[in-house]
């Protein structure tokens, strides 16, 4: 999916902890309309960097994957949702919901985690006295730590722009906003998205057959054919803009 939005290969050395960045040129057909007009010497669309957090394998500890999630302004997580006994899964089955569940826990213990480590540190600092904007920043995080205990994200506390400052240095995983993307078998893509905002039912298989059509009216045409106007990773990444 990285690859087919931004153009970018894997490299085949790329190793646990490491960060990919790409860019995924926004489409928007009114920018064509007026370089018709214009006639410019380039066309640029407006663009999306697409981070790709660092493989996490299994057992190991997820912490490259975190930090490098946590510094960006929204979090796009690809479900495995297809199936195919070539391709193992670590749970044994396909299941895209218990996973997306499974994601979301990781997500919330995460930042409770967060919360609990600076609220000790806290603790020990009140003997020294805490000054304005720590006690803010501590009351912020009681707020947190309730909802996080309840596996409520913290984007649903509709927190204040003053209480948002006060935490804004933890960089919350749970206060971004998210889309999730499903990677489903080819005769999943046609019709309704799964239910929920935010949410895209992609084939990465039926994105490559899409991308290497270069005509755009046969491009049109194969997309009309499976009851789509644009293709999954378009979607998903207007979307994301």
């Known amino acids: 999916m990285f690859t087919l939005l931004t153009g970018r290969a894997i490299p085949p050395a790329y190793r646990e902890g490491e960060v990919l960045e790409g860019i995924a040129p926004v489409y928007d057909p009114r920018v064509d309309v007026i370089a018709r007009i214009c006639k410019p010497e380039k066309i640029k669309y407006a663009e999306n960097t697409i981070v790709l957090c660092p493989p996490v394998q299994a057992g190991a500890a997820a912490r490259e994957w975190l930090e490098a999630a946590r510094r960006c302004d929204l979090l796009c997580i690809l479900v495995r949702g297809f199936t195919s006994a070539e391709v193992y899964h670590p749970a044994g089955s396909v299941d895209a919901r218990r996973d997306h569940t ?39 995080l009681h707020r947190c730590k309730e909802a996080l205990e309840n596996g409520r994200w913290l984007n649903a506390l509709q927190l204040e722009p003053h209480e948002l400052g006060a935490i804004k240095s933890l960089s919350f995983l749970t206060l971004l906003p998210v889309l999730w993307a499903y990677n489903v078998d080819e005769d999943s893509v046609a019709g309704a998205e799964p239910a929920g905002p935010g949410e895209f039912r992609v084939s990465c298989r039926i994105e490559q057959e899409i991308a290497a059509i270069e005509d755009p009216a046969e491009r049109r045409e194969y997309l009309k054919g499976m009851g789509l106007e644009l293709s999954g990773l378009e979607r998903m990444n207007r979307a994301a803009y």
């Open 102 to 140: 499974n994601l979301e826990a990781e997500l919330v213990l995460s930042d409770l985690d967060l919360v609990e480590k600076r609220l000790e540190r806290m603790g020990k600092e009140k003997r020294a006295g805490l000054s304005p904007a720590q006690m803010l920043e501590e009351k912020v």
